[in-house]
C-alpha cells in the first residue's frame, strides 16, 4: 500500500504475507481455512467496526514487540496456527512466518508508527483522501479492536489479504499473510491478529 504518513510501510506491506488457519478436530489451526472465530470470542466481526474517528480505550503497550516483533506470537500459538516455529526478523522492525507443505507461504507482523502518531486513523485519513481507491478498505474488529482490511492494491485474488489493528491509538499493528490462491486467507489474517493481541495482552498483565 501507498502511504505517505506511515513510515517504512511501504516496503512491507506488500512484501511477504501468508497464513489461511482452520480448526481441526484436533484443536490444531491448519493455516489453509480456518474459522475466524476462536477459543469461544469472535475474532473478526465487521459488524461492529469503528467509525472514522478512531479512540481506543484499552491501550495496549507494545513497547516489547515493536523491539522483538517475532515474539508477538508464542511458541504454542504457532503450533496451533499451523505455521512453522521458525522465524525470521527483518531488520528487527518485522517478522515472517513460514507456512505450506513447502513451507512456500508466509506470515508477517510488524508494528507502524504514523508520522502523526495516531495509530488506525492515519488510515481513514488517507482513505478520506482516496488512497484505497483501486484497492481496498473494510473496516472490522479483532478481540474487540479497531481494524481495517486494507491495501492500495487489491492482491486477495492472487492470495494476499492484509490487515492493520489498531492496538492503541498512535501504533498500529500490521498483518500480512500470503497464501494459497482460491483461499480466504484474510480469515487466516485474522486468525493470526487476533493470537497477537492475546499475547500482547497477556504481557501487560
Same mark, same amino acid.
Given at each position: 500500500?501507498?502511504?505517505?504518513?506511515?513510515?517504512?510501510?511501504?516496503?512491507?506491506?506488500?512484501?511477504?504475507?501468508?497464513?489461511?488457519?482452520?480448526?481441526?478436530?484436533?484443536?490444531?489451526?491448519?493455516?489453509?481455512? #480456518?474459522?475466524?472465530?476462536?477459543?469461544? +470470542?469472535?475474532?473478526?466481526? +465487521? +459488524?461492529?467496526?469503528?467509525?472514522?474517528?478512531?479512540?481506543?480505550?484499552?491501550?495496549?503497550?507494545?513497547?516489547?514487540?515493536?523491539? #522483538?516483533?517475532?515474539? /508477538?506470537?508464542?511458541?504454542?500459538?504457532?503450533?496451533?496456527?499451523?505455521? +512453522?516455529?521458525?522465524? *525470521?526478523?527483518?531488520?528487527?522492525?518485522?517478522?515472517?512466518?513460514?507456512?505450506?507443505?513447502?513451507?512456500?507461504? #508466509?506470515?508477517?507482523?510488524?508494528?507502524?508508527?504514523?508520522?502523526?502518531? *495516531?495509530?488506525?486513523?492515519?488510515?481513514?485519513?488517507?482513505?478520506?483522501?482516496?488512497?484505497?481507491?483501486?484497492?481496498?478498505?473494510?473496516?472490522? /474488529?479483532?478481540?474487540?479492536?479497531?481494524?481495517?482490511?486494507?491495501?492500495?492494491?487489491?492482491?486477495?485474488?492472487?492470495?494476499?489479504?492484509?490487515?492493520?489493528?489498531?492496538?492503541?491509538?498512535?501504533?498500529?499493528?500490521?498483518?500480512?499473510?500470503?497464501?494459497?490462491?482460491?483461499?480466504?486467507?484474510?480469515?487466516?489474517?485474522? *486468525?493470526? #491478529?487476533?493470537?497477537?493481541?492475546?499475547?500482547?495482552?497477556?504481557?501487560?498483565?
Amino acid at each position: 500500500m501507498k502511504d505517505k504518513g506511515l513510515k517504512q510501510t511501504t516496503i512491507l506491506t506488500a512484501a511477504m504475507s501468508a497464513i489461511a488457519l482452520s480448526v481441526v478436530a484436533c484443536g490444531k489451526s491448519d493455516i489453509g481455512s #480456518a474459522s475466524v472465530t476462536t477459543r469461544g +470470542s469472535t475474532a473478526v466481526s +465487521s +459488524s461492529s467496526a469503528p467509525d472514522s474517528d478512531v479512540h481506543i480505550a484499552d491501550q495496549l503497550d507494545t513497547t516489547r514487540f515493536v523491539s #522483538a516483533p517475532c515474539s /508477538t506470537l508464542t511458541a504454542e500459538q504457532t503450533e496451533q496456527l499451523g505455521i +512453522s516455529s521458525e522465524r *525470521n526478523a527483518s531488520n528487527g522492525t518485522a517478522c515472517t512466518w513460514r507456512f505450506g507443505p513447502n513451507l512456500d507461504w #508466509a506470515l508477517q507482523i510488524y508494528y507502524v508508527l504514523p508520522d502523526a502518531k *495516531n495509530g488506525l486513523q492515519n488510515l481513514y485519513n488517507q482513505k478520506a483522501a482516496g488512497w484505497y481507491d483501486k484497492g481496498y478498505f473494510e473496516p472490522t /474488529t479483532i478481540e474487540n479492536y479497531p481494524a481495517v482490511f486494507n491495501s492500495g492494491t487489491d492482491l486477495r485474488p492472487q492470495g494476499t489479504c492484509d490487515l492493520s489493528v489498531g492496538v492503541n491509538n498512535e501504533m498500529i499493528m500490521s498483518v500480512t499473510v500470503h497464501g494459497q490462491v482460491g483461499r480466504d486467507n484474510c480469515k487466516a489474517t485474522g *486468525n493470526a #491478529a487476533s493470537a497477537a493481541i492475546r499475547t500482547i495482552k497477556a504481557a501487560g498483565r
